[in-house]
């Protein structure tokens, strides 16, 4: 990112100002501006209005200085996580879910006719192969698992995971220990803790809740040094021995061998916390969305604005299916939810102008089906949009508008300083009847999730607050016509 010193000293010389008249126009003396420009002080952040205010920015130079600004007092890993948590999300805004244009072609050998006395492999031209070949014979069984301590930095293995997962032909129950890092100071975010989630999310996405990290910290190597096959990967029938590098591999097939390694990762499990947890149920959905509040704040990006600061007591019985057979355990956490929501004192809600688009056309929401929610007349949903403009335009509530590709459309995440991490499939989903939500409760984590998300109003992926009110008004004047 550009210093905040030179991208203001290239908006006064864009503007052809002088530095004496910006700095009796916008009141800042004009030894500190000098001094700002030159790199060798900070100005005071109510200095900020004056400049911008002077200088004339558009909406986009605005947010752009605010962020230069901010950087100043950053930490380099902070900037690094918001960079990947917004490419992963961008990357799973472009995920393909078309079915495969054609399928993996039959295998020419079995795992005895491709290994025959072998137990050494060299050179991924062989390994791959073998993990292919072990995969596919384990999948044939109905009771079908796989066991692997193999990092999800392994680009080969996770891409196997997500190819399978996504066209539909992976069954198996699979559970996978993660080794994550100790090191660094407990208030810094964990680089390699990040990217070791962001390449196993999206197969927590497409599994269908058959995938299950597990994660410990170690904040030593000396055992994969010693070790040349320090990760493994178990079947029913054999036990697969990974290099660092995943270029060796030592197969192993002797019963014993392979209940010996079997018995081994279920001790390895019971030393090591469940890095996700899914659910299913809508009211534990729902309630997983109130366990994602702070006291004092609700921080929640998803395709469509959420209205719940505007749900009374009223609107929750109108609209929430009387027939549903939890009707009444779903009424009682809505009414818990919607009631905390109207009272907290920060409240974010990111979406797109498509998201706002279709609401204004059906009525229906994303993360509650017509099935449990009747959609809302056109009426109520000018009134919602009104809402909420008029407490954006007030500063009550921080909403914005995304940029498409942002954010993926058929998830929406809810964050928190203390509590956790929520992701929720929504109707959007193409790969999955109903519902799921994920949950995150690693500290680390949720510090890098929370503060992408509260960064984004005043990035250039969303529009500032008074043009997002003034679309939404616009939006909702199309409503129901």
């Known amino acids: 990112m550009q210093l905040f010193s030179q991208y203001l000293r290239d908006l006064i010389q864009v503007r052809q100002m002088n530095i004496s008249a910006l700095a009796r126009l916008s009141g800042v003396e004009r030894t500190a501006l000098s001094k700002t420009l030159a ?71 079995d795992l005895e006719g491709y290994a025959g006395r072998r137990s050494i492999f060299n050179g991924t031209t062989n390994v791959q192969p073998l993990l292919r070949m072990v995969r596919s014979q384990e999948l044939t069984r109905p009771d079908a698992r796989v066991e692997l301590t193999v990092p999800p930095t392994d680009a080969f293995l996770a891409g196997e995971l997500l190819r399978r997962y996504l066209d539909g032909r992976m069954g198996a129950e699979v559970r996978q220990i993660i080794a994550f890092d100790a090191s660094g100071a407990a208030e810094d975010i964990n680089l390699h803790n990040l990217g070791c989630f962001c390449s196993i999310f999206p197969i927590c996405l497409l599994s269908k809740r058959h995938y299950h990290p597990y994660y410990y910290y170690d904040d030593t190597l000396a055992a994969r040094y010693t070790d040349p096959y320090p990760y493994f990967l178990v079947t029913h029938g054999c036990v697969v ?58 921080y929640m990006v998803m395709d469509q604005p959420c209205f719940g600061r505007f749900y009374d007591e009223a609107t929750i019985g109108w609209y929430l299916r009387s027939e549903l057979p939890f009707h009444d355990r779903l009424e009682e956490v809505a009414r818990k939810r919607f009631r905390r929501l109207r009272s907290v004192e920060r409240f974010y809600t990111l979406f797109t102008r498509s998201g706002v688009e279709r609401f204004c056309q059906t009525g229906s929401l994303d993360d509650f089906p017509v099935a449990f929610v009747a959609p809302f007349p056109p009426e109520t949903r000018r009134q919602l949009l009104n809402a909420l403009a008029g407490h954006i335009h007030s500063g009550d509530i ?21 509590s956790g991490v929520g992701f929720f499939t929504t109707e959007r989903f193409p790969l999955q009847d109903g519902f799921c939500s994920v949950q995150v409760k690693e500290p680390d984590l949720c510090r890098a999730f929370h503060g992408w998300l509260t960064h984004l109003p005043a ?12 679309e939404l008004e616009a939006l909702g004047r199309t409503c129901g016509t």
């Open 39 to 109: 790199g060798q002080r900070v100005l005071p952040y109510d200095a900020l209005d004056g400049l911008i205010n002077h200088l004339r920015l558009t909406p986009d130079e605005e947010r752009r200085l605010r962020d230069c600004y901010d950087a100043q007092f950053e930490k380099e890993g902070i900037r690094r996580s918001r960079a990947m948590v917004g490419r992963m999300f961008a990357d799973l805004a472009e995920l393909d879910f078309a079915p495969p244009a054609f399928e993996e072609s039959r295998l020419l050998l």
């Open 241 to 298: 021995c990974l290099s660092e590098s995943g270029g060796q591999a030592m197969l192993l097939r002797g019963e014993d061998q392979v209940e010996g390694y079997h018995r081994h990762f279920q001790t390895l499990l019971e030393r090591c916390h469940p890095l996700i947890q899914y659910t299913a149920d809508p009211v534990e959905i729902l309630e997983s969305y109130d366990g994602c509040t702070d006291d004092d704040g609700f």
């Open 398 to 418: 921080t909403g914005r508008i995304l940029s498409s590709g942002t954010f993926p459309d058929y998830l929406s995440m809810t964050t928190s300083q203390r």
């Open 459 to 470: 990035s250039a992926q969303a529009l500032g607050a008074e043009e997002t009110a003034a």
